[in-house]
């Protein structure tokens, strides 16, 4: 009867590729989701494994028979999986924060709705901006530049040869901040209408004392932020569209800050 038999240092080698790709699939927006069966995760992961196992350019790596020194490898992996996933996270997680800070001067402060992916109150904005954010990801392709990112990570930083460095450090606290710049750009727009909104309804306070402003302006500030937001919906997807087109040069400044 036939057996196959694998060398013990490909079977090291192809479990530390498994938890790269593993930590950046479940950090990942839309594969994060609880409503994913964690079985379903693991294949998936596993699958992408086995499709870039072969293609790993590197020298036949030897067997490493001691448990610290392995221990080591599998942290090191678990954290460079962690930052590139977590550099592509903070860009939703800006867009998420625009439409927080839209919704709230909207007056949607105290609104939240239950997101059934993740089993978690969400603003209504926001989660409305995530989902729009989503659609446009997927419709550009960019899960697929962000998979080829991930398969050239291994080309970049092999197994077993990543370095944690403060630049890496300072390359994620950079991309935290570009996710504030990311917040205001988005909705800044709307903020800004608001505002003139806010101001146009004081004035009219002032003029006309016997008005309930209050009753007046809640729904007036809701309408007129719905309305903009519509109007720069083609703004948006075009800028979100760009942001998506970065996401290969984002993962290679994060692998470059850990050679």
Known sequence: MASIQFPLAQVQLFFLVFL????????????????????????LALAVSILVFPLLNVKQMPLIT????????????LILGFAIG?????????????????????GFGIVNVMDPLNHAQVSIMAHLSYLI???????????????????DSFQV??????????????????????MFTIAIKISAPIMVVLLLTSVALGVVSRTVPQMNIF????????FVGIIFFILTL????????????????IVTGVLQSGR
């Open 133 to 151: 954010a989503i659609l446009i990801f997927l419709s550009v392709n960019a899960h697929h530049w962000f998979l080829y990112a991930m398969a």
């Open 234 to 249: 083609p703004y948006l997807s075009a800028y979100m569209q760009e942001m998506f087109g970065g996401i290969g040069q």
């Open 66 to 77: 001691e448990a610290i020194p392995f221990g080591l490898g599998v942290v090191t992996e």
């Open 157 to 178: 930083i092999p197994p077993m040869e990543f370095h944690i460095a403060g630049t890496l450090t300072g390359q994620m606290v950079d991309l935290a901040a570009e």
């Open 86 to 106: 977590l550099s592509v996270r903070l860009i939703f997680a800006g867009i998420q924060l625009a439409g927080q800070l839209a919704g709230y001067q909207m």
């Open 20 to 43: 790269r790709v593993s930590i950046i699939l479940v950090i990942l927006p839309l594969f994060d989701s609880r409503s994913i069966p964690p079985m379903l995760k693991a294949g």
């Open 215 to 222: 009753i007046v302006a809640f729904p007036l500030k809701i």
